[in-house]
C-alpha cells in the first residue's frame, strides 16, 4: 500500500458503543510491523480512521456517552472502506434520506462497505444487499429479510462476506473488522492486532 486508507466509521444519536468502538480499535491498532514499539507511531499504520456524524456536533451514543465525531457528511474526505454500526439509533435513520443517500454515494466510490450489527438493515435500506448474502444481530435477522426480499439471511455466521461484509451483533464488529485486516494485510498482520487487543476469540 502506497497510502494509508482512509476508513469512515458513521456514527449517530443511539449508536452502539461496541459497533463503532470495535472496529476502531482494530483498525486504529493495526501496526504492518509488529511488536508494542510499533504502536508507539503511526510509521507502519496502514489505516487512517474517523468519524463521520451526518451533521456537525456531538451525538448520544447507547448508555449516554457523548461522542465528538472527526467530520460530518459535508466534510468528510473520501472513504476507501466504510463501517457502518448499528444500535437503536438505525430504526428513525431508515427514514432519513438524507443519511440513506449519503450511504449509497459512499458505496459507490468506497473499496469496500462494511456493516456490524443492525447497520445492516441500513444498509438493505440503501438497496446495499439487494441479492446478497448477509447478517445482522440476531434479533434482527427477520427484520433484515423483511427489508428486502433478495437478501439470503444467514443468521449463523459472526461475518458474511458477499462483497459487502456484514457481522453479527455487537462484540462481531471486532471479527469483521479483522477480516478486513486480512484482506488487506495478510492473516499475520491480523493475527498479531488480535494478540495485541488480546481479543482470543479471533479465528480468521
Known amino acids: 500500500?502506497?497510502?494509508?486508507?482512509?476508513?469512515?466509521?458513521?456514527?449517530?444519536?443511539?449508536?452502539?458503543?461496541?459497533?463503532?468502538?470495535?472496529?476502531?480499535?482494530?483498525?486504529?491498532?493495526?501496526?504492518?510491523?509488529?511488536?508494542?514499539?510499533?504502536?508507539?507511531?503511526?510509521?507502519?499504520?496502514?489505516f487512517n480512521v474517523f468519524t463521520v456524524a451526518p451533521r456537525p456536533g456531538p451525538i448520544v451514543a447507547t448508555g449516554g456517552l457523548k461522542v465528538v465525531p472527526h467530520c460530518d457528511f459535508a466534510t468528510s474526505p473520501a472513504i476507501?472502506?466504510?463501517?457502518?454500526?448499528?444500535?437503536?439509533?438505525?430504526?428513525?435513520?431508515?427514514q432519513d434520506t438524507e443519511v440513506l443517500d449519503w450511504l449509497r454515494r459512499t458505496a459507490a466510490t468506497a473499496q469496500r462497505v462494511t456493516s456490524v450489527c443492525t447497520g445492516a438493515l441500513l444498509l438493505a435500506q440503501a438497496g446495499l444487499l439487494a441479492?446478497?448474502?448477509?447478517?445482522?444481530?440476531?434479533?434482527?435477522?427477520?427484520?433484515?429479510?423483511?427489508?428486502?426480499?433478495?437478501?439470503?439471511?444467514?443468521?449463523?455466521?459472526?461475518?458474511?462476506?458477499?462483497?459487502?461484509?456484514?457481522?453479527?451483533?455487537?462484540?462481531?464488529?471486532?471479527?469483521?473488522?479483522l477480516a478486513v485486516v486480512t484482506a488487506y494485510c495478510g492473516r499475520e498482520v491480523a493475527d498479531e492486532t488480535a494478540r495485541y487487543i488480546e481479543y482470543p476469540f479471533w479465528t480468521g
Do not use: C, N, Y
Not at 434479533?139 to 429479510?145: I, N, P
Not at 426480499?149 to 461484509?165: H, K, L, N, S, Y
Open 1 to 46: 500500500m502506497t497510502r494509508k486508507l482512509q476508513v469512515g466509521i458513521l456514527v449517530f444519536d443511539d449508536v452502539e458503543v461496541l459497533d463503532f468502538a470495535g472496529p476502531f480499535e482494530v483498525f486504529s491498532r493495526t501496526r504492518t510491523t509488529p511488536g508494542l514499539e510499533s504502536r508507539r507511531s503511526e510509521d507502519s499504520a496502514p
Open 80 to 94: 476507501d472502506v466504510l463501517v457502518v454500526p448499528g444500535g437503536f439509533g438505525t430504526r428513525p435513520l431508515l
Open 131 to 177: 441479492g446478497r448474502r448477509a447478517t445482522t444481530h440476531w434479533s434482527s435477522l427477520d427484520r433484515l429479510a423483511s427489508l428486502d426480499a433478495t437478501i439470503t439471511v444467514d443468521g449463523g455466521q459472526r461475518v458474511v462476506d458477499d462483497v459487502v461484509i456484514t457481522s453479527a451483533g455487537v462484540s462481531a464488529g471486532i471479527d469483521m473488522a
